[in-house]
């Protein structure tokens, strides 16, 4: 089969979507499908040899976050001509709603189509006037999926319609009998974070201010802390000799982040909202590393309400000091939950959800009938871009 899928966000900066496209492309792929994907980079000599560029991406507030996207009418003869190109038996767009890319391909094409919900977010002003413009894109959409029930409820509550579940996936391989780095965690114990780091909503701040009394019951731990984003201003509230047991990494190349995550005795995830699944957890998990998360309810799910994890109080710094000194302090508990996220992390392995996606392409493929342009669609959305276009900014 011959699928194009379409990543909203920059292919140079790692995060949940752009990794699940990254994923899923190659898993179609070990299946022996053709696959092409088009996304916004910087870098055009660092992509892999089956993501298209649409260029340079620009910085957009969206979802609590700064996104990085192509939009506007240069991006959409690119899309155009990546579709009449393709000759796809199937396209497969991921968050339909942002102002990205996969909007300008459901305007641009008409066939088979599938697309993925990723996000969870609430109304917003400019949620409404993405759904009600964007309605004329996803008219087009033959098949729908969302990547959790929270991502689900998004979809219903801002578009309408219904989706099949199906979760992100996780290459349990790249994870399993992981290495840590050199000297972690050592003699000692020592705590993960991977994410942003000057990221509010990831919740780096919620772990240093539990870090202090975490110390002051476990005195010999460390904090490891992996990610883009400059954190200093989060940490200088700490004394100096806390401060002294904290290492910040900074990025994480992808060949990396499996070393990173079993060098941790726990991961915590302090995310305080916007999270629809939890692919890190899944990833921590599959490397052998007990998990605590705060109880966004995409976690929780994740986690299996607690038997794969454990969950603390979201936003609630004493409550997470709590949950990480008691998990600390009993090695039997940290064994049982190293073992038993080693089987949730299998349930989400690639070759399982890549085959259930599959599924919903094959429900939707007719024979013989090819993705192609739709002159009127893209007549549409050339009205339409200039009213949803966002307030952008380059950095």
Same mark, same amino acid.
């Given at each position: ?15 949940? @979507? !752009? =990794?699940?496209? $990254?994923?899923?492309?190659? %898993? ?5 499908? &053709? /696959?092409?994907?088009? *996304? ?100 087009? @959409? !033959? =098949?729908?999926? $969302?990547?959790?029930?929270? %991502? ?5 509550? &801002? /578009?309408?319609?219904? *989706? ?232």
């Amino acid at each position: 089969m011959r699928i194009g899928i379409v990543c909203p966000y920059s292919w140079d900066i790692p995060g949940g @979507v !752009s =990794a699940h496209v $990254a994923d899923l492309a190659e %898993a179609l792929i070990r299946m022996g499908h &053709h /696959v092409s994907v088009l *996304a916004p980079a910087e870098f055009d000599e660092l992509l892999p040899n089956y993501v298209v560029s649409t260029g340079k991406p620009r910085a957009v507030k969206y979802n609590g976050s700064v996104a990085r996207l192509s939009f506007g009418p240069i991006a959409a003869r690119k899309v155009s001509k990546w579709i009449e190109e393709g000759e796809f038996d199937v396209l497969h767009v991921h968050e339909p709603l942002a102002p990205s890319l996969s909007v300008l391909a459901c305007w641009a094409a008409k066939g088979p189509i599938v697309a993925t919900w990723h996000s969870s977010m609430d109304k917003s002003r400019m949620m409404l006037t993405l759904s009600k413009l964007a309605q004329t894109a996803m008219e087009k @959409v !033959s =098949a729908r999926i $969302a990547v959790s029930e929270a %991502a689900r409820t998004t979809l219903i509550k &801002h /578009v309408g319609g219904d *989706a099949v579940v199906i979760p992100n996936g996780v290459d349990v391989s790249a994870f399993t009998n992981a290495k840590p780095m050199f000297g972690w965690p050592g003699a000692n114990q020592s705590i993960v974070f991977l994410g942003r780091g000057d990221e509010p909503r990831k919740g780096l701040q919620v772990l240093v201010d539990a870090y202090p009394e975490i110390r002051r019951q476990h005195p010999n731990v460390r904090l490891l802390i992996a990610g883009p984003g400059e954190p200093a201003d989060t940490l200088k509230n700490l004394s100096r000799e806390d401060r002294a047991s904290v290492t910040v990494l900074g990025m994480v190349a992808p060949q990396d982040k499996a070393s990173v995550l079993a060098s941790g005795t726990v991961y915590v995830a302090p995310n305080t909202g916007g999270e629809s699944f939890g692919i890190v957890l899944l990833e921590a998990m599959a490397s052998g590393t007990p998990v605590i998360a705060s109880d966004l309810e995409a976690f929780e799910r994740v986690l299996d309400h607690g038997k794969a994890g454990i969950t603390f109080e979201n936003e609630n710094s004493s409550d997470l000091a709590k949950v990480v000194s008691g998990l600390l302090s009993d090695p039997n508990q940290c064994a049982e939950l190293s073992a038993q996220g080693k089987l949730r992390a299998a349930e989400f392995d690639w070759s399982v959800v890549a085959e259930r996606i599959v599924d919903v392409y094959e429900s939707i493929r007719v024979p013989g009938v090819k993705v192609e342009p739709d002159l009127t669609g893209q007549m549409i959305g050339r009205l339409g871009r200039g009213r949803i276009t966002p307030e952008m900014r380059s950095d």
